[in-house]
């Protein structure tokens, strides 16, 4: 048998822990890195090894998932102080998971390159609970050959992986048009339960009908049940939507591109952040609307 | 055996016809009406049995199907000129199937009630291939004693059927709870489209990593379809949800309560509309978006 594989995963959030957790559990050594403490434990309770900085990684690793929340965060990773570059061998793999515009993932891996280190780009999604069990949805693109070095590990996050080009910038694209559609979802899911409250409507029932009817989408059947329980605890919180509808708007902007309903519901995200709900689940966008009684964990207890 | 049950649907469309379709299988003598003689021929063509006139109907059923566009359109067919209600017998069933103002359905009732004729408020979903196979889905509120005796029929033509209570208005509430998310998300599907065609991604491809995702909804993997085909025969038309839309933001505004995504998805139906679109495919709505290469069908063929 061949050496066993080493990867890395830096950022240990729901995200990264759960593919922490998928690697450890498909045979890899598997380090991890995030400034807060208590994720460290947490990985270590899986079986992982905590490390102190991105370079104390770089030398111990094939292959690297940077699982933070946008490419200012993956730039300093891989090229500020105690960077992840400064230390990885030749021939490594760094992975790009977080949404982030094209230019600058094209950008990101023009300068890996030059340091014969290869970038593939791979957002991800499916949420925490698919994330732990091996299960995410993979947008991918790079160059093929570093794809089918990457594969074993890529397999052992993911249920779905999609080929989308040779070229770094298709899979954070492609990922955007998914984070467009997810946002906008979640605030029409929000505005059709207000309207609704607001009409009579039971809440339950109108999961129910619409869960089964033409309304239905993947977010309102996902979402809606945190309104109804009146749970707000952030599984995804406001302030990414707030982010990455941010970054569908400015990438567009930059074209003179119009969005409408992507600001519509930037705007809506950006009110719920204002009014304090920023750390809250993204469900609490239905917080802006007034003059409503929405379910409260209380009634439900 | 018992006598055969006699229905009748008013309103031939896409819809109506469908249903027609789905009582005479149901072993239903089925009357039909419409204004427009191509579609009376297609019923009798089903084994249905035109009729002239709503009044020519009214002694000859003993439950009818308003299939019609509107609140206005059913008062007109029920109390207009040669309407239902004069020639109805008392204890008879009108079952109301348009999208409307559940104020308008009340009144509706009400006025029927003070004839001896029995209401039924039941919105319908499903489009029209699940229409003509008996699969709608029914959004049915009314009184329970009515309802038991509508079942027979109503099992003809429906999958799926919510009970909702037992006043006239609570059926279409929840409609048009539906009718906000099916618009948002058909306007939200073609902005998402537009966006990534725009940013050079390939329709096909986002189609299918999008419909395997997060972002994905019922209607993104309907409408999707045909954008890709670059086909907008109209199934449902753009000027149905500049109605539909129009409705649910109507009822919210008398209620001074905000809808910012509907009145988003709203302004970007009736621009379509505006540019010549109403007829087309509600899809089309993706036309208003400047400056990008749809797919066309003869790229298709």
Not at 31 to 50: F, H, S, T, V, Y
Not at 59 to 66: A, E, N, Q, S, Y
Not at 75 to 99: K, P, W, Y
Not at 210 to 236: C, L, Q
Request: proline content about 5%; charged content about 20%; glycine content about 12%.
């Amino acid at each position: 048998m061949a050496d066993r594989l080493r990867a890395g995963v830096i950022g240990l959030g729901s995200m990264g822990l759960g593919m922490a957790t998928s690697l450890i559990r498909g045979g890899f050594d598997t380090l991890g890195c995030d400034i807060n403490a208590e994720a460290l434990e947490r990985l270590a309770a899986k079986g992982g090894q905590p490390v102190a900085s991105p370079a104390e990684m770089g030398g111990r690793v094939d292959i690297v998932f940077l699982v933070v929340v946008n490419a200012a965060q993956m730039r300093d990773v891989l090229l500020g102080a105690n960077g992840l570059a400064s230390t990885l061998s030749t021939g490594s793999i760094v992975v790009g998971c977080a949404t982030a515009a094209p230019d600058d993932v094209i950008a990101l891996a023009a300068e890996l390159a030059e340091k014969g280190i290869d970038y593939l780009d791979i957002p991800i999604s499916g949420g925490s609970v698919k994330s732990a069990a091996g299960e995410l949805t993979l947008m991918a693109s790079g160059p093929s050959e570093v794809f089918e070095r990457a594969q074993p590990a890529l397999d052992a996050i993911a249920a779905t992986i999609f080929r989308l080009g040779e070229a770094p910038g298709q899979g954070s694209q492609v990922k955007l048009v998914n984070q467009l559609l997810a946002g906008v979802h979640i605030a029409a899911a929000a505005e059709a339960m207000a309207y609704g409250i607001k009409s009579g409507c039971d809440p339950q029932t109108l999961y129910d009908v619409i869960t089964k009817s033409a309304g239905n989408s993947w977010m309102f059947e996902n979402r809606v049940p945190h309104i109804i329980d009146g749970d707000y605890t952030p599984r995804s919180a406001v302030d990414i939507f707030v982010k990455d509808l941010g970054l569908v708007h400015d990438t567009a902007r930059a074209e003179r591109f119009p969005l409408p309903m992507t600001a519509q519901a930037l705007t809506m995200f950006s009110q719920a952040s204002s009014m304090g709900h920023g750390r809250e689940d993204d469900a609490g966008v239905v917080r802006i609307f007034p003059g409503i009684d929405l379910p409260t964990q209380a009634a439900n207890d």
